[in-house]
């Protein structure tokens, strides 16, 4: 099988990329080399896959480089987008333009080949808005649905919440449209926190990885709130289950919409509760200062993933602690790699 995957050397895209390419799959990757750190993990794609990694440097925005690239496709990965709130609000037009118009560009593109390819779109629980219809109470170290034990269903009504929420949850329903208006076998994964080896968080995304990067590093961290917020959090390797099984059987999850994320049994309050493990397993944490609450920040957001469980006999299998040393120790490889070369 042929995989596109865009956004293919971003932290999940190397991680799929590798899976695919162990397969014995060919895999196309197409980035713009715009964040920090995906160079890296070209190189260790690279120097692992060798001459097997196709990578095209191009853009979502660029809708001919998109139906090139995409070419002899059976699968396509649409992984590419700007991921900050906080960028969304101070950029909306580029954010609309990478998220919603280059969505669009692949759809098309996608839709023009003959047969049309499977496209897996990895939306956000974003699209949810603040949930601020759902009651919340606060506890000693964590936020708590009061009516939710186990979390936000996919029958939770859309709010689009920041420009970021607007442009992927536009992004969202047209990649739903497409199978119900042109037949296009797409699906739509809306996830919760992601994290695990290749993320190069930073302060806006991908908060796990930056909250472990900086205390190896060195550096201070800033808590926006009072570090209670709580989210559920996935293991990229699980992800990736998840994401071949919703291909293999396509039958039942073309044009499905699924909660992703590690679920109830996976959750954690962003500070209070995760300063222990993490400083378990890197030895000394960061010093920390707390700010105010940012714009669109959920006080709270849990994945029902029962219905990920059902359609795809899937369930998470990497708790958050081991989830966390496994990231810790691959990011030590690979320095220990990239010095030796």
Known sequence: ??????????????????????DGHEVVLLD??????VQENLNWLRAKHRDRVEFVEGDVRDSVAIEQAMRGAGVVFHLAAQVAVTT???????????????????????RRQNPMPVVLYTSTNKVYGGVDH???????????????PDGVSESCPLDFHSPYGCSKGTADQYV????????????????????????????????????????LRGGHLTIYGNGKQVRDLLYVDDLVELMIGACENIKRTAGQVYNVGGGPSHTTSVWAELQNPLEDILGKLPPV?????????????????????????????????????????????????????
């Open 176 to 215: 739903r449209d497409y199978h119900r208006i042109y037949g296009l076998p797409s699906i739509v994964f809306r996830m919760s926190c992601i994290y695990g080896p290749h993320q190069f968080g930073t302060e806006d995304q991908g908060w796990v990885a930056h909250f472990a990067l900086t205390g």
């Open 134 to 148: 759902l009651r919340v109470v606060e506890r000693a170290t964590r936020y708590e649905f009061e009516d939710l």
């Open 32 to 37: 713009n080399l715009g964040r920090a750190g």
């Open 289 to 341: 200062e707390y700010g105010e609450f940012r714009p669109g920040d959920q006080r709270i957001y849990v994945s029902d993933i029962h219905k990920a469980e059902q359609h795809m006999n899937w369930h998470p299998r990497v708790g958050i602690v081991e989830g966390l040393r496994r990231m810790v120790e691959a990011w030590g490889k690979d320095q220990r790699a990239a010095l030796a070369r």
């Open 88 to 110: 969304s609000i101070a950029n909306p037009q580029e954010d609309f333009s990478i998220n919603a118009q280059g969505t669009l560009n692949v759809l098309e593109a996608a």
């Open 1 to 22: 099988m042929r995989a596109f995957i865009t956004g293919g050397i971003g932290f999940i895209g190397t991680n799929l990329a590798d899976r695919f390419l162990r």
